[in-house]
Each structure stands twice: as structure tokens, then as C-alpha cells.
């Protein structure tokens, strides 16, 4: 009777581990989208501002270089978070 009890107890516990482990990875999953998204805004964002800066003349300005500079970090920062895929 004990080990019926017992039994039955991890099975319960298991299928509530279960779930909240799955539950855990759909939020990860959402994370992970959010992120990659806001990843490819920046990497956009940077594409149109060097196609308006093809001369230079913008960076190499104090406030606008500023710019530019902070948003090539955070692309890089966001670059670095996840691994990159190597298709053969």
C-alpha cells in the first residue's frame, strides 16, 4: 500500500515538473524571439544610416558619431548573445 502511495506521488510530481518545465521553455522561446527581433531593427537601423552616411561626414561629427557608435555596440552586444548557425 506504501509503495502504491509512493508511486502514485511521483508520478504526480513528475507530471507537475513536467509541465513546468515546458511552460519555462515557451517563455524562453518568447525571449529568444523578442531578443532576435530587436536584433534585426538595430541591424536595419544600421544598414539605412551608413546608406545616409556613405561619406562619412555624419560620424565623424561629435553628437551623431555618438550615435553610431553606441548603436554599433548594442549590435555587437546583441550579436555576442546568441550562437551564430553555420549552414553547409
Not at 508520478?11 to 511552460?23: A, H, P, R
Not at 544600421?46 to 551623431?64: I, L, N, P, Q
Amino acid at each position: 500500500m506504501l509503495i502504491e502511495i509512493l508511486l502514485i506521488t511521483l508520478i504526480v510530481y513528475s507530471l507537475f515538473l513536467s509541465y513546468l518545465f515546458f511552460v519555462s521553455l515557451q517563455r524562453i522561446n518568447q525571449y529568444e524571439s523578442l531578443i532576435l527581433k530587436i536584433q534585426q531593427i538595430i541591424e536595419f537601423s544600421t544598414k539605412k544610416m551608413k546608406m545616409v552616411d556613405s561619406s562619412g561626414h555624419y560620424t565623424a561629427d561629435d553628437e551623431t558619431g555618438f550615435f553610431f557608435k553606441q548603436l554599433k555596440e548594442v549590435q555587437l552586444l546583441l550579436n555576442d548573445i546568441f550562437e551564430t548557425e553555420n549552414e553547409e
